[in-house]
């Protein structure tokens, strides 16, 4: 398979690999991620203290991410060839600002996070309340994400077809659809009639 079906309408994409990745030498805390608890179940709210430390870190921690090349370029002309798009991430209420601070919030219709969702990647559930918040069916949707585990096999485990946002070039082999640059995504998704 060279693209995406034609019933697609929908790209969902991952945030945090993604669509931009931490700066150096904060790439360390890629170890530390919401995709380190993948599969632990239902996602317990932040207590009290939780949400006040994150008003003083979330400034800054959302500061250490920056776009991957391409990206405007690549969402705007998704957008022009007649996709909705969408981003769903193991994350918590960092998000918004974290889109905001690359200048994307514009280009999404949904945006979700696992915290909020009460699911984190791979588990099926958390792109199920994705698509039911988007209003579209499984075969409706591409979900690209640069994890192999959560990503890719969680999008499967759902119905969805995955892209495999491989920037790091981690798995060259397998039969998944897969991109080493978000530039490759208009090579994958043509036009929409």
């Known amino acids: 398979m060279n693209t995406?079906?034609?019933s697609v309408r929908h790209v969902i994409f991952d945030y945090g690999g993604t669509l931009a990745d931490l700066i150096w030498p904060f790439t360390v805390f890629r170890r530390f991620s919401p995709t380190t608890t993948m599969g632990s179940g239902h996602i317990k709210p932040p207590h009290f203290l939780q949400r006040q430390a994150r008003k003083l870190v979330y400034p800054v921690a959302a500061r250490l991410f920056?776009?991957?090349?391409?990206?405007?370029e690549v969402l705007t002309e998704l957008r022009n060839r007649?996709?909705?798009l969408h981003v769903l991430s193991n994350n918590s209420s960092i998000l918004p600002l974290q889109l905001e601070l690359i200048d994307t919030t514009r280009y999404f219709t949904t945006v979700s996070w696992s915290e909020e969702m009460g699911f984190e990647k791979p588990d099926p559930r958390i792109f199920e309340l994705a698509l039911e918040r988007i209003g579209a069916g499984a075969s409706e949707a591409v979900y690209i994400g640069d994890s192999f585990e959560a990503d890719v096999?969680?999008?499967?485990?759902?119905?969805?077809?995955?892209?495999?946002?491989?920037h790091r070039r981690r798995r060259t082999h397998g039969d998944h659809l897969r991109v080493e640059s978000l530039s490759g995504l208009l090579g994958l998704l043509p036009p929409r009639p």
Do not use: W
């Open 4 to 6: 995406v079906p034609e």
């Open 66 to 72: 920056r776009p991957f090349p391409g990206l405007h």
């Open 153 to 166: 096999v969680g999008a499967i485990g759902a119905g969805i077809l995955p892209i495999h946002a491989d």
């Open 82 to 84: 007649g996709y909705i």
